[in-house]
């Protein structure tokens, strides 16, 4: 009975996957998002996009960390092309991939690929291409953070030119959510310091590493020809300059996540594209006193008002969290995050032995960082908690975050975007990120029981007694889940609607310069 | 008396200690600097096993004497090694960023000398006049407002309200001299106009001093008219001191670059040592420091050496 009803799971899901393939050609905005927003006119052919990076990107490789963050995507997306992509409501749906289907149990996953795919150098992007791909971003050597990903991959099988099985070494319902991006940006091994050619609408032109480069379309793309005929990428580092040069026309489209940008996007004459896509969290170190102890960090839970940290800090532009599943996400059930109480908080301490509490926190060193630990410790303080503040540039917070030299820790994240990954992630005892040391065997098995449903009612109730363990026990505070994404001029069409992404992830090929 | 080149050699000594000091600080930054370059490069999931093969090949289970006397062998040979980041050859990457950041340095001092030697030369004649009360408040003003806000605030004139001025990017010379220029402007006005009041109030005080010299009395007795006497007598011995604050400034301006780079995304050693820093690329970091150290002892010499011109009594050893 019970294998009877994983197969019907299995079956309900493949047909959801292999829907989403029909429903989602190439043509489309598949990997952009939802519709444009539209008010733009007839879609406009040619011309030059000019795009703003917020960060410089190293290598031209899917192998590459940076190439497959939220703000690079744009980038990523003009050269390669993933197997499945992040949809509303953090979804993950097929696009390079025709269907990605299950056995009875998530043990075994089988991929059938689009035909008549092929790289920009003309060579097909068939099964042996995703396996040698896979293999590829596996090595140690490769430095891909996907390798912890792809080391859950017991083996791999080329059933045919468009057919993959992978064999998983424990099963995984949400397995294709891992080839949403360096995994699934299916791409040749680069030769030399050449950019790792992609199967994408645009191919590179010339590139300088860490400054710019410019793509021009790919002449034998597979897919919907692009509307640009080049875009060109400039990296602008700074926020402001980034936000003065959408304004003065130096870019067309740029990463914003600046709230007060975001504010006053509209009123300077410019479009946003954004979601809920980060959470500022707060993580405790539960391996050293004082807060290996939960009643002490129940107590900080306690003091902070979460609508408060929203709206001074982010200006209202944002939400608060109610903890590990998003508010986005298709497994959010009734919140049980506590309501501030400050009362509560002192006697948690006192009871704890703590009743004059201080220590440090590692915070972000960027203004918006600063101001929102100065609001935490504002509410502390009203608890008698005193918290001094020490800022971390983004090596000493990689460096603080692995070693956990940290006693608490301003932490802010895109993972909650997939609720599947972060939870496998950030909060089993052997989790690859997590930080905090926490150890529940309880929300390890029901993250493992969740992480096994193929059906999606049961999964959601498994990672819900998870969500509910994991707030009862506070190794990690949830505060707001912020909006990001893309402005743009208004000289720019095509933008898509990405209000419901919790992954923010645009592509080039379907915006367009108005002339 | 000592010899010219038994003194020259002196300076080429202590420029040489100096140096070999910075390398070895430089090689010890690893040992010192909060923040793993293997986690920075290898990410968080990287094993224990990755991260100490990692900080092997950067010669971080080695003596940082033993490691110095390495490099120094290979920069010796043109060889800098290569950046954690993207692998790329540290001798290249600085080659095509070197040029730039002395483009903007060199446009940033041309943009303070054209403001502050007129405003000086005006203030010294007239002091307490108009244009002196007028300049000694604006150079105070220019000194409290910040790098970065004076670059957003001119980006926010010229670039967003007037449009006439690109608010970021580079284009460099050999592709587009036009725009190259167009790109400089900002830039080099934001690193130049707190520079000019610096100069401004240095030059007038020096030519203060220098209006008040009886040689100065003698050539007005004479008949000599304002505009020559001021150039040809007053401004030459007066500008010492500006050529210190430029020797300095070669120095002082990879700071002042690093914010005024990554705020117009000029692809210069600023924006290389920012994205360095921040990723803890140590090979960058530790060229990037000792190129500039080079280019600081190579400006105080050339310094040295431009004051016996400037003033014949120093190398007679009369000053």
Known sequence: MKRHR???????????????????SASDDAVAGGAAQGGDGPAVDGGTLKVGLDRPFTRLDPADGTLTQMPVMILANALYDPLMVNDDNGAVKPYLAKSFTPNGDATVWTL???????????????????????KRLAKPETKCTCAVDAGTIGAMAVNGPTEVAFTLKSPNAAFPSLFTR???????????????????????????????????????????????????????????????????????????????????????????????????????????????????????????????????????????????????????????????????????????GHPDLSFEFLADSRPEGQQRATVIQQLLGEAGIRMTIKPLDPAGTATALTQRQFQVMDFITSMFGDTDTALNSLFPAEGPYNFTGYR???????????????????????????????????????????????????????????????????????LWVKR | MTSPLLGFAARAGRAAAVLLLV?????????????????AALGVTATPEQITAFEAGLGLDRNVLAATADWIGAALHGD??????????????????????????????????AIAVPVALVSAWRPGGAVDRIATAGAFGWLAVPGFVLGLLLIWLTAVQLRILPATGWTPFTEDPVENLRHLVLPALTLGLPEAAVFTR?????????????????????????????????????????????????????????????????????????????????????????????????ATLTVDLLYRTLDPRIAHGHR
Not at chain 1, 189 to 201: Q, T
Request: with cysteine; charged share 15%; aromatic share 4%.
């Open chain 1, 6 to 24: 994983q197969a019907l799971s299995a079956a309900a899901l493949a047909t959801v996957v292999a829907l989403g393939a029909s429903a989602c």
């Open chain 1, 112 to 134: 059938q690929l689009r035909e008549g795919v092929t790289f920009s150098d003309g060579k097909p992007l068939d099964g042996q291409a995703v396996v040698d791909h896979v």
């Open chain 1, 182 to 352: 360096s995994l699934g940006y299916v791409s040749e091994a680069p030769v030399g310091d050449a950019p790792a050619i992609g199967s994408g609408p645009y191919t590179v032109e010339s590139v300088q590493p860490g400054v710019s480069v410019t793509v021009t379309r790919n002449p034998a793309y597979w897919g919907a020809r692009a509307h640009a005929d080049k875009v060109v990428y400039r990296v602008l580092p700074d926020s402001d300059s980034r936000y003065q040069s959408l304004r003065s026309g130096d870019a067309d489209v740029a990463w914003v996540e600046t709230p007060a940008q975001l504010k006053q996007a509209a009123g300077d004459g410019l479009r946003t594209a954004t979601g809920p896509s980060s959470t500022s969290t707060i993580l405790f170190n539960t391996k050293v006193a004082p807060f290996d102890d939960p009643r002490v960090r129940q107590a900080v839970q306690y003091a902070i008002d979460r609508d408060s940290v929203e709206k001074i800090a982010y200006l209202g532009q944002g939400r608060v969290s109610d903890g590990p599943i998003g508010s986005a996400s298709a497994y959010r059930a009734a919140s049980t995050y506590p309501a501030r109480d400050v009362a509560k908080a002192r006697a948690l301490l006192a009871e704890a």
């Open chain 1, 440 to 510: 529940n065997p309880a929300v390890d098995r029901a993250i493992a029981d969740g992480r096994a449903a193929l059906d999606p009612a049961k999964r959601a109730a498994a990672y819900n007694e998870a969500s509910k363990a994991i707030l009862a026990d506070a190794p990690m505070l949830f505060l707001t889940e912020n909006q990001a994404g893309f402005a743009a001029s208004a000289k720019v069409g095509g933008l898509p609607d990405l209000s419901k992404r919790t992954v923010v992830n645009l592509s080039p090929a379907t």
């Open chain 2, 23 to 39: 390398a070895v600080t430089a090689l010890a930054l690893p040992h010192l600097m909060p923040g793993s370059p293997a986690v």
């Open chain 2, 80 to 113: 800098l090694g290569h950046s954690l980041a993207n692998g790329a050859a540290v001798t290249t990457e600085l080659a095509n960023r070197i040029p730039v950041t002395l483009e903007l340095f060199v446009a940033a001092q041309l943009v303070a000398l």
């Open chain 2, 202 to 298: 240095t030059l007038r005080g020096q030519l203060l001093d220098t209006l008040d010299r009886t040689h100065i009395a003698a050539a007005r007795s004479r008949g000599m008219g304002t505009v020559r006497l001021l150039l040809r007598r007053a401004l030459r011995p007066s500008s010492l001191p500006l050529v210190t604050l430029i020797g300095i400034g070669i120095g002082t301006s990879l700071g002042g670059s690093v914010l005024v780079e990554s705020l117009f995304a000029v692809p210069g050693v600023g924006t290389l040592a920012a994205g360095a820093i921040n990723g803890r690329d140590f090979p960058v970091i530790q060229a990037v420091m000792v190129v500039c150290a080079a280019g600081v002892v190579l």
